[in-house]
């Protein structure tokens, strides 16, 4: 397992931008498997997007693709979500995730094994 610590939720008006950092600790000898996932109130868990490992191949939700983008930055041992064009519907926690185990990305949550604490999110109509 890593540690993770996210950063960057906020109350923000629709339309605006927020970019979440999420910081990795315990173990920075090589890249592995990260995402993002978020959970509403009264909702499900939900995918968001996740990158790979070794060639940082990313992948997005449907309901974010063309407004949200992540990134690492592997010499800062931190993942990044640019969240742009935010609508009331994205307004949820956000939690970084990662599997230190694995190289390829997943949409299932039960894929990682480490979680951060969350960070929130709200957006206003």
């Known amino acids: 397992q890593v540690q993770l610590v996210e950063s960057g939720g906020g109350l923000v008006q629709a339309g605006a931008s927020l970019k979440l950092s999420c910081a990795a600790s315990?173990?920075?000898?090589?890249?592995?498997?990260m995402a993002w996932f978020r959970q509403a109130p009264g909702k499900e868990r939900e995918f968001v997007a996740a990158i790979s490992g070794i060639r940082g191949t990313t992948y997005h939700a449907n309901s974010v693709k063309g407004r949200f983008t992540i990134s690492r930055d592997n010499a800062k041992n931190t993942l990044y979500l640019q969240m742009n064009t935010l609508n009331p519907e994205d307004t949820a926690t956000y939690y970084c995730?990662?599997?230190?185990?694995?190289?390829?990305?997943?949409?299932?949550?039960?894929?990682?094994?480490?979680w951060g604490q969350g960070t929130q999110v709200t957006v206003s109509s």
């Open positions: 315990g173990r920075t000898d090589k890249t592995y498997a």
């Open positions: 995730v990662a599997n230190p185990l694995r190289t390829y990305a997943s949409a299932d949550s039960t894929y990682y094994n480490s």
